[in-house]
T-cell receptor, first 114, second 112 residues
Framework: DQQVKQNSPSLSVQEGRISILNCDYT??????FLWYKKYPAEGPTFLIS?????DKNEDGRFTVFLNKSAKHLSLHIVPSQPGDSAVYFC?????????????FGEGTQLTVNP | DAGITQSPRHKVTETGTPVTLRCHQT?????MYWYRQDPGHGLRLIHY???????DKGEVSDGYSVSRSKTEDFLLTLESATSSQTSVYFC???????????FGQGTRLTVV
């Protein structure tokens, strides 16, 4: 049962344009959501998070939007840069579950072309 | 950078042998996780811990066991390694339920 899904395995955008990465979840108990970026041969690094009490969180070029009714979140990167090329994972957790397990999606490979 | 270290970074082992991967943290974070990353599957949770001696299974726990006898160390053991356990393994630490998790650099395990 894949509770967090990223349906697009890959995304290609031009430098300077907007990148939009999408994520869907099924568990209505999830109340905290995160995005990570991963370069090859490195561990994932945290980008941005959002609590379920908000619908938007912004940090520089990165904005995360949360639509609880649709169980959908998205990450917007504006403007996109070649250094943003990486695999992006969304993740979710539920405060009530024991251990606060952190569930990840399959990832989306973003390629930003110069 | 968060103080989290995985060892070894690379390992090749034979089918049927036991293998232990170590995750060590210096942050005193309560939560620790073990994930495996495989193409097309993203990061899948193997086991996690929410305190010393408190552990639970993740979504792909079969063939794996863990132990956490002190806050700073979380060990992942493959009792009898199989080729399907060839993967990259990541450890993560987390301070609280509404905080980010920090990841180690990963361990590339090959079972031949």
């Amino acid at each position: 049962d894949q509770q967090v899904k990223q349906n697009s395995p890959s995304l290609s955008v031009q430098e300077g344009r907007i990148s939009i990465l999408n994520c869907d979840y099924t568990n209505s108990m999830f109340d905290y959501f995160l995005w990570y970026k991963k370069y090859p041969a490195e561990g994932p690094t945290f980008l941005i998070s959002i609590s379920s009490i908000k619908d938007k969180n912004e940090d520089g070029r990165f904005t995360v939007f949360l639509n609880k009714s649709a169980k959908h979140l998205s990450l917007h990167i504006v403007p996109s840069q070649p250094g943003d090329s990486a695999v992006y994972f969304c993740a979710a957790s539920a405060r009530e579950t024991s251990g606060s397990r952190l569930t990840f999606g399959e990832g989306t490979q973003l390629t930003v072309n110069p | 950078d968060a103080g989290i270290t995985q060892s070894p970074r690379h390992k090749v082992t034979e089918t049927g042998t036991p293998v232990t991967l170590r995750c060590h943290q210096t942050e005193n974070h309560r939560y620790m996780y073990w994930y495996r990353q495989d193409p097309g599957h993203g990061l899948r949770l193997i086991h996690y811990s929410y305190g010393v001696k408190d552990t639970d299974k993740g979504e792909v726990s079969d063939g794996y066991s863990v132990s956490r006898s002190k806050t700073e160390d979380f060990l992942l053991t493959l009792e009898s390694a199989t080729s399907s356990q060839t993967s990259v393994y990541f450890c993560a630490i987390r301070q609280g339920v509404a905080t980010e998790a920090f990841f180690g650099q990963g361990t590339r395990l090959t079972v031949v």
